[in-house]
């Protein structure tokens, strides 16, 4: 793979924030109604842990996953990504499907939100093996978003 994967720290927030893809800008301000480098640092505060993949000294992506292994078994990933990640599309690819069964293997079941009018997310969630629902009112926005689950 090229690039590699870390720990995720808040200066990579720092870096990547002025380059997430405009589709997660929207999204997330409509879910959550922050900008990209606060959803960033609440997450990683939030997370059970947190992820950059680095390529060439740039932040492709950043994800991780909350859970609260005490009150429930369902936990709740989240992802904000840079162009770098369709420019390395194939590497991309290939690491989620090698690392999935790896967080599955933790968290029985990944449940979340997405923007349905994300189709690229939604299609690489439906791609993962993601069971994605019909579209609702979801957000501070109440714009229209799809649940959607992994499952071990």
């Not at 936990?75 to 290939?94: G, H, I, K, M, Q």
């Not at 997310?121 to 579209?135: E, T």
């Amino acid at each position: 793979m090229r690039g590699e994967i870390v720990r995720a720290t808040k200066t990579h927030a720092l870096m990547m924030a002025p380059h997430v893809r405009a589709a997660e800008v929207r999204e997330i301000m409509d879910a959550e109604g922050m900008t990209p480098v606060e959803l960033l640092v609440r997450d990683m505060d939030r997370s059970v842990s947190a992820w950059s993949w680095i390529i060439d000294g740039d932040v492709a992506c950043m994800f991780g996953v909350v859970a609260d292994v005490l009150l429930s078994d369902v936990a709740y990933p989240w992802f904000l990504s840079t162009p770098l990640v369709d420019e390395n599309a194939v590497a991309f690819a290939r690491a989620c499907r090698r690392h999935l069964p790896e967080l599955l293997g933790v968290h029985a079941k990944l449940a979340g939100m997405v923007d349905a009018r994300y189709e690229l997310s939604v299609r690489w969630l439906q791609w993962l093996g993601a069971k994605v629902g019909s579209p609702e009112p979801w957000g501070i926005a109440g714009a229209q978003f799809r649940p959607f689950t992994l499952e071990a």
